[in-house]
């Protein structure tokens, strides 16, 4: 067992002893922001049953004191859901600070440290069950466990309860019991949709809408979510890729171009639904349970590979891999498994335990963790308005579940509590999903494919930082407007795509610099000031070009045609070739140049 570890752990109080309350003794995973093992609890010499403790880790170059209230705030969040009796989570059991997990008998001298303790949960997530074909999942009972949870959380029917953001709903953050069941797990962050609670947001670049980079989410977030979950049971891919050779991935990377969906129009118009970039323009909360109806049956009439996902119209008969001393994974005492449950061949569970329980994508607690240094468990960034930048939270060995970050501009809009939702049933219509009444008509944007091939490893989440909802009317408020105003992309370009492609005219700048340089020596004149002063105007000129050029492309392809812009290359092309066409009219006056001219004339 190479994971097996041998540690204590435990709360800073006056009791003696108190440090050593919990024993870890295996190494589980590593997210972005916590370490998870499996422990047990010590009690006067008695250990409890398994149990998941999740060690928060903290990002030496972030504030403390922001990282600590993250976390403060997912695990009340977690807190609160347990109490109310939110159907199918990972239950939380205990939280505390104290020192870290150490050898029974050392002295930490380090400072104390966030703890989670949670419910024990063997079976597989979601995408490990699928890509790895460790068993066979029922596809509808899942997406209907994933619906329970999101009309627990944004439509609380307990007086006073505030609605909940998951804000990272994915295909590793479900869990698969040996009972077949689903549970949602990772609510690190988790936030109260409240102005004061969405500080930050959580994104994965492969299944997160498009609107975590503008700072504004809502219920609509989860759905997108939950459709990034419907997708992959349909492909067994994710929702949205990056455009091949980008090195890092933004928050609104495009659909996927699937060929199962691509040979199947009106399966992949009803599958995208969800995952239209316009928030306004996918189904509500209270519309997927007959989204999903109406998927199944989809499903049955197209040519759909088999992935071991099962599309009947019960649960029954659903077959999953069953629990082994090597693949327990999750905080749940599993219940007796269901009639008619089949499990997988001893060989795939001897591969399953040969795995070990911390292969890549694999979730435990409420925490996505792989093999990797760095999981999905999200990483809170500082709010910081101006220019977006993508930067690694903690070293990753670029594998799945490694976490980045990314710093939209900061939106002035006033704070303004959720309105009560008003939504109403929705129609569904022979060629896809028809929306409700109070929705606005379908963006282009909603089944717009994107680029063919796979994404960069798994799935990489960190946290946006937050703007406060406007007070006009939002799908992402729960007020379906049915006349909601089309945002208008900046002329300029999102924040942080003037600097993509800023290399070009950087080239252009200091040819052209090395250039005048040769011909005011060539000039052999004391009148130095005045051509320093005509190179600066150049400068100037050359930046004007950039940004006309980045204007009439903020008009042409940003609001004529809706296209996305990650760069400014163009622009930047654009003024590099204006720097070296006067570079090349400097050199032109140059006299050795123009004798060499001549002579390269003369022999040609």
């Given amino acids: 067992m190479t994971d097996a570890v041998d540690l204590v752990c435990g709360p800073a109080s006056p009791r003696p002893g108190s440090e050593h309350s919990y024993r870890l003794t295996r190494r589980l995973g590593a997210g972005g922001q916590a370490e998870v093992y499996k422990a047990v609890r010590l009690s006067a010499g008695v250990s409890s049953t398994a149990l998941t403790v999740k060690v928060f880790r903290l990002n030496p170059d972030g504030d403390r004191e922001q990282q600590f209230n993250s976390w403060d705030k997912g695990d009340a969040v977690l807190m609160d859901l347990g109490g109310r009796g939110a159907p199918n989570i990972c239950r939380r059991i205990d939280a505390f600070y104290g020192p870290p997990p150490h050898q029974l008998g050392e002295q930490s001298n380090s400072q104390p440290v966030p703890y989670q303790v949670l419910e024990y949960l063997p079976g597989h997530d979601l995408r490990e069950l699928i890509t790895e074909r460790l068993g066979r999942v029922d596809a509808v009972t899942t997406l209907n466990s994933v619906v329970d949870i999101l009309k627990h959380l944004h439509r609380p029917q307990i007086p006073g309860a505030h609605p909940v953001l998951h804000m990272d709903i994915k295909p590793a953050n479900i869990i698969i019991g040996?009972?077949?069941g689903a549970k949602l797990i990772d609510f690190t962050g988790a936030r109260y949709y409240t102005p004061a609670h969405l500080t930050t947001i959580s994104y994965t670049r492969e299944t997160a809408g498009p609107e975590a980079y503008q700072g504004k989410v809502g219920p609509s977030y989860d759905v997108h979510g939950f459709g990034s979950v419907a997708y992959f049971l349909v492909t067994g891919a994710s929702a949205r890729t990056d455009s091949p050779g980008h090195e890092y991935s933004v928050p609104w990377s495009q659909l996927r171009r699937h060929p199962v969906l691509e040979a199947n129009s009106r399966l992949r118009e009803h599958l995208l639904a969800p995952l239209a970039d316009n928030p306004a323009d996918r189904p509500l909360t209270t519309d997927l349970e007959q989204w999903i109806e109406e998927l199944t049956s989809l499903v049955h009439s197209s040519h759909v590979p088999d992935l071991g996902a099962d599309w009947g119209p019960s649960a029954g008969a659903t077959t999953v891999i069953a629990p082994s001393a090597g693949a327990g994974h999750r905080p749940h005492t599993p219940s007796a498994p269901a009639r008619g449950i089949q499990y997988a061949s001893a060989a795939a569970l001897a591969g399953a335990a040969a795995r070990g329980t911390a292969s890549a994508g694999t979730?435990?607690?409420?925490?996505?963790?792989?093999?990797?240094p760095v999981s999905a468990a999200p990483v809170s960034s500082s709010p910081i308005s101006g220019s977006a930048a993508v930067n690694s939270?903690?070293?990753?060995?670029?594998?799945?579940d490694s976490t980045r970050l990314i710093d939209p501009a900061a939106f002035n809009a006033a704070p303004a509590a959720p309105p009560a939702s008003s939504e109403a049933p929705t129609t569904m219509t022979p060629g896809g999903w028809s929306p409700s009444p109070q929705q606005p008509p379908s963006s282009p944007l909603a089944n717009r494919p994107g680029k063919d091939g796979q994404g960069k490893g798994g799935y990489a989440s960190g946290r946006?930082?937050?703007s406060p909802p406007s007070e006009k009317a939002d799908h992402n408020s729960g007020d379906y407007a049915p006349h909601?105003?089309?945002e208008v992309p900046p002329l300029l370009g999102p924040p942080g795509s003037l600097k993509r492609g800023s290399e070009l005219t950087i080239i252009g700048m200091l040819f052209a610099f090395v250039s005048w340089g040769i011909w005011v020596f060539d000039l052999a004149n004391d009148d130095l000031g005045t051509n320093f002063m005509m190179f600066l105007f150049i400068a100037a000129m050359s930046i004007g070009v950039f940004f006309l050029a980045r204007v009439i492309g903020g008009y042409i392809w940003?609001?004529?045609?809706?296209?996305?812009r990650r760069t400014a290359r163009l622009a930047h092309l654009a003024a590099g070739s204006f720097l070296a066409v006067i570079a090349f009219y400097w050199l032109g006056q140059v006299s050795l140049f123009t004798?060499?001219?001549?002579w390269l004339g003369d022999l040609f």
Avoid at 558 to 564: C, H, I, P, S, Y
Avoid at 595 to 598: N, R
């Fill in 178 to 180: 040996p009972d077949g």
């Fill in 363 to 372: 979730s435990v607690g409420s925490a996505s963790v792989s093999s990797s």
């Fill in 393 to 400: 939270a903690t070293p990753s060995s670029g594998g799945p």
């Fill in 464 to 466: 946006a930082t937050y």
């Fill in 484 to 486: 909601q105003e089309e």
């Fill in 558 to 564: 940003g609001r004529v045609f809706k296209a996305q």
């Fill in 595 to 598: 004798e060499v001219g001549e």
